[in-house]
């Protein structure tokens, strides 16, 4: 039977007599007569006390497996409760234990366990305030994010995972195949020897896809203004606090737009998902601010309140080469710059997030519009404090001819963008569009600083357990 939540019990506007709970133990203590329990369900930050009182029943033979990590039901009465910080309390009247637990083994205790340590038990480690309320965040931010779309005349679309073409042309793919590789004689054969994909399943050599956007753009192309959220994926072995093989991206794509005003976007998206979360989150944010990072609400302040920094790339390195000295890699005209640089910009120039546009074209990927300069492209990276690249995103090249020569420049087969190239050749618009990286995004929000804690199962070079 569906029961009120805990959050729920907790926001009753009267005591009730007759209450049911049901979750998981987060800690007991015993006095002479009493003992109390904090039970905790997940539904918010908040446990509920529950108070075992010997004139209420004789607790004696259950009160021994109510122990950290055992899940129970308590049935009493919500009444309003004389300890300072919390409305009610559970007076307890029965209790039956769905799940024990013991305590020698069970690894998440209550005392404070390292981040490292918990990745290692991502399977409990929700379990925790902390991972809890970062996975909240996590699905309100996600709410945010359709929420900001469908109030200005976005049309959610569904891009495809397995497909046949590199979107970023930067050939980061993990191969998708039904043929099974470990039986490598029995696989179909070229002529020339290797295997032969037009043979596998889908008829063709399949990845799963780096990112929605080409895919999204002829989308934008027949509804205006659409946006993907869904899972990308990168076969970059790029060990990093900000780095993973499976992330979440947040695309839209919009026809008419240029790059002016796909930056305006971006800017205004990230202030209101922001916003959104700090308004409807309070208990699990301060968490974050008491807990993990103590300048958070500033540097939050600073994400939602400043207008950003918009920076030409050539200006950017007018202001780099001058303290080169700070950097492992040196800047000069044409150096795609790194994450040290962008920190540099964001944290210690400008203090405050920064547009980089209009990039080197040889930094940049094969789609993006080139500007009359002939050589720089209408690129841009949204860069913010701690994280850098939140945001990346462009005008795209919807001249055909143009296009041609940069895929030939970049020595893509044209061929396989044939369709691609089709929305050049039909009612060609200027468009544009970026992605935004969920985790980067949740990084920003709860101040956590490793990429591995704001997802539940981290998908990093080396690790794929669970
Ligand atoms: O800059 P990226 O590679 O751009 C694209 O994929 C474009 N097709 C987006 C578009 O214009 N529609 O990736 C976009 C964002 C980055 O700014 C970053 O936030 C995130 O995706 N990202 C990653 N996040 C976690 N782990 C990785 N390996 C990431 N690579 C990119
Ligand atoms: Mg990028």
């Given amino acids: 039977m569906a029961l009120p939540t805990i959050r729920e019990l907790l926001k009753s506007p009267a005591p009730k007599p007759g209450a ?12 002479k007569v009493m003992s109390f329990a904090e039970l905790n369900d997940g539904s918010c930050r908040e446990s509920l006390q529950v108070v075992f009182a010997p004139e209420n029943g004789n607790f004696s033979e259950v009160l021994p497996s109510l122990v950290t990590g055992a899940a129970a039901e308590i049935q009493g009465d919500l009444v309003a409760s004389p300890a300072a910080g919390q409305k009610y309390e559970l007076q307890a009247k029965q209790v039956k234990i769905y799940g024990g637990c013991d305590p020698e083994k ?4 209550k005392k404070k366990t390292s981040d490292e340590f918990l ?22 931010l996600a709410y945010a994010v359709h929420t900001y779309f469908r109030n200005n005349g976005f049309h959610y679309v569904h891009t495809p995972i397995l497909t046949s073409s590199d979107a970023e042309g930067a050939g980061e793919l993990f191969t998708a195949t039904a043929m099974d590789l470990s039986k490598l004689s029995a696989l179909p054969k070229t002529e020339a020897g290797e295997i032969d994909f037009s043979k596998d399943l889908l008829g063709k050599k399949t990845f799963l896809t780096v990112s929605g956007q080409l895919e999204g753009e002829t989308l934008a192309l027949a509804l205006g203004k659409i946006y993907t959220f869904g899972p990308t994926f990168r076969a970059e072995n790029s060990n990093t606090y900000r780095h993973c093989a499976e992330f979440w991206q947040i695309e839209p794509e919009m026809a008419f737009y240029e790059l002016e005003d796909d930056m305006d ?9 922001t916003r959104h979360v700090l308004e409807n989150c309070p208990s699990d944010m301060e968490l974050f601010a008491k807990f993990v990072e103590p300048a958070l609400m500033e540097n939050l302040r600073n994400v939602t309140e400043s207008k950003y920094e918009r920076l030409a790339y050539t200006e950017a390195v007018k202001l780099l080469e001058p303290v080169n000295e700070r950097f492992d890699v040196k800047v ?3 150096v795609d710059l790194s994450s040290e640089h962008e920190r540099f910009l964001v944290e210690q120039y400008f203090k405050k997030p920064v547009i980089l546009y209009n990039k080197p074209k040889e930094a940049a990927a094969f789609y993006m519009k080139l500007n009359d300069d002939g050589r720089t492209v209408r690129g841009m990276d949204v860069l913010v404090p701690r994280i850098g690249e939140l945001v990346g995103g462009s005008e795209r090249e919807n001249r055909l001819d143009v296009l041609e020569k940069k895929l030939a420049d970049a020595h893509i087969d044209a061929q396989a963008y044939w369709w691609y190239l089709d929305l050049r050749r039909y009612g060609s618009v200027p468009h544009s569009g970026f992605g935004l990286g969920f985790e980067r995004m949740m990084m920003l929000i709860t101040g956590i600083s490793n990429i591995r804690d704001v997802t539940a199962f981290p998908r990093v070079p080396g690790y794929a357990e669970f």
């Fill in 265 to 273: 976007l971006a800017e205004d998206f990230i202030k209101s998902i």
């Fill in 332 to 334: 000069s005209w044409g």
């Fill in 20 to 31: 049911v709970a049901r979750g998981w133990i987060k800690t007991r203590r015993d006095s």
């Fill in 106 to 109: 069970y690894p998440i205790q």
């Fill in 119 to 140: 990745r290692t038990v991502a399977h409990l480690r929700p379990r925790t305030n902390k991972y809890a309320a970062m996975l909240r965040i996590r699905a309100e």
